[in-house]
């Protein structure tokens, strides 16, 4: 029975679910730091004095599709990345480590990657050549297959629906965060936080603030109540900024947790954009991330990627 329930899909899922969003609780040095590139300057009172609501925020939230237009919208472009990963051990003691710095080249709609610089450390392969940790092969998937494909019009939003792959699903995790994902065990209705049976579990919190230096924004925070008991939620926290001036979401944060007798994770993951010329693009991602799931090796994991001097 418990095979049943963890067919290779459901385990790609779940465990792809450590690399996308937004646990981080690693003690290691290297780990990224997670933390939004936000000042907070003052906090808002009454929202409605701003002609706002809370239910404007979530509305823009659960309806946004920023997320992936800017991760399409980066292959129109010429940047330079870094890519920086780390494992750990049982007891958090760092055991690999990859790093690559990638100049990304777009002549025409074609695109050309070349290694600026790139190395390998520790224990990161298994003996057939496959990365150790699915943790890993799943940012391979994600971000290097992006960073060498072209672009493409015709890229659409994630498949929704319980026919949805599981890359569907890791997607829609990733830059719709907040709507229910069918077909993950135990958890797909945790997933959907503003949905009625799921908001009794919240609050929220706003305040002003302001984001590289310079631009105007409102953070919206929704976090766990403190009387609300862990298995009741998945996440813990999810933290959007919006610029003032346009209502376009920058940057997202989120913090999951969650544990019963199949499986264990506790990851944290930030996304931030910026913007350039007319778009906004794919500035920061960082993550933290435990992750153990039963008759399956624990993997821990952090990674930072930037990106940067589009052009």
Same mark, same amino acid.
């Given at each position: 029975?418990?095979?049943?329930?963890?067919?290779?899909?459901?385990?790609?899922?779940?465990?792809?679910?450590?690399?996308?969003?937004?646990?981080?609780?690693?003690?290691?040095?290297?780990?990224?730091?997670?933390?939004?590139?936000?000042?907070?300057? @003052?906090?808002?009172?009454?929202?409605?004095?701003?002609?706002?609501?809370?239910?404007?925020?979530?509305?823009?939230?659960? +309806?946004?599709?920023?997320?992936?237009?800017?991760?399409?919208?980066?292959?129109?472009?010429?940047?330079? +990345?870094?890519?920086?990963?780390?494992?750990?051990?049982?007891?958090?003691?760092?055991?690999?480590?990859?790093?690559?710095?990638?100049?990304?080249?777009?002549? !025409?709609?074609?695109?050309?990657?070349?290694?600026?610089?790139?190395?390998?450390?520790?224990?990161?392969?298994?003996?057939?050549?496959?990365?150790?940790?699915? @943790?890993?092969?799943? %940012?391979?998937?994600?971000?290097?297959?992006?960073?060498?494909?072209?672009?493409?019009?015709?890229?659409?939003?994630?498949?929704?629906?319980?026919?949805?792959?599981?890359?569907?699903?890791?997607?829609?995790?990733? %830059?719709?965060?907040?709507?229910?994902? @069918?077909?993950?065990?135990?958890?797909?209705?945790?997933?959907?936080? %503003?949905?009625?049976?799921?908001?009794?579990?919240?609050?929220?919190?706003?305040?002003? !603030?302001?984001?590289?230096?310079?631009?105007?924004?409102?953070?919206?925070?929704?976090?766990?109540?403190?009387?609300?008991?862990? !298995?009741?939620?998945?996440?813990?926290?999810?933290?959007?900024?919006?610029?003032?001036?346009? %209502?376009?979401?920058?940057?997202?944060?989120?913090?999951?947790?969650?544990?019963?007798?199949?499986?264990?994770?506790?990851?944290?993951?930030?996304?931030?954009?910026?913007?350039?010329?007319?778009?906004?693009?794919? +500035?920061?991602?960082?993550?933290?991330?435990?992750?153990?799931?039963?008759?399956?090796?624990?993997?821990?994991?952090?990674?930072?990627?930037?990106?940067?001097?589009?052009?």
């Amino acid at each position: 029975m418990v095979h049943s329930l963890w067919s290779m899909d459901y385990k790609k899922v779940l465990l792809a679910f450590s690399l996308s969003l937004y646990a981080f609780g690693l003690k290691a040095q290297q780990n990224p730091d997670t933390t939004l590139s936000i000042v907070i300057d @003052t906090a808002i009172v009454n929202i409605r004095s701003h002609k706002l609501t809370e239910q404007d925020f979530i509305d823009a939230v659960v +309806a946004d599709t920023g997320f992936y237009k800017a991760f399409r919208d980066m292959k129109r472009y010429s940047f330079i +990345a870094e890519n920086h990963i780390f494992t750990y051990d049982k007891k958090n003691k760092p055991e690999g480590e990859i790093y690559r710095k990638v100049r990304r080249t777009i002549t !025409g709609n074609k695109a050309k990657v070349e290694y600026l610089e790139k190395y390998d450390k520790g224990k990161l392969y298994k003996k057939n050549g496959k990365y150790d940790l699915y @943790t890993v092969e799943m %940012f391979d998937y994600i971000f290097n297959n992006a960073y060498k494909s072209d672009f493409s019009e015709r890229e659409s939003l994630p498949a929704e629906g319980k026919n949805a792959s599981y890359k569907d699903k890791l997607k829609t995790l990733i %830059f719709q965060p907040g709507r229910k994902i @069918t077909g993950i065990p135990f958890l797909s209705k945790k997933t959907e936080i %503003f949905g009625k049976d799921m908001r009794q579990y919240y609050l929220y919190e706003f305040a002003r !603030g302001t984001y590289l230096d310079s631009i105007p924004v409102y953070r919206f925070k929704v976090i766990r109540k403190p009387s609300t008991a862990e !298995g009741d939620v998945m996440i813990n926290e999810l933290t959007t900024i919006f610029d003032v001036r346009d %209502f376009k979401i920058l940057g997202r944060y989120v913090d999951m947790k969650y544990h019963n007798m199949l499986f264990d994770f506790d990851v944290k993951m930030n996304i931030e954009l910026v913007p350039f010329r007319d778009k906004l693009l794919p +500035a920061k991602i960082s993550y933290q991330g435990n992750w153990d799931v039963l008759l399956h090796k624990e993997e821990k994991a952090s990674f930072l990627i930037t990106q940067k001097e589009y052009q």
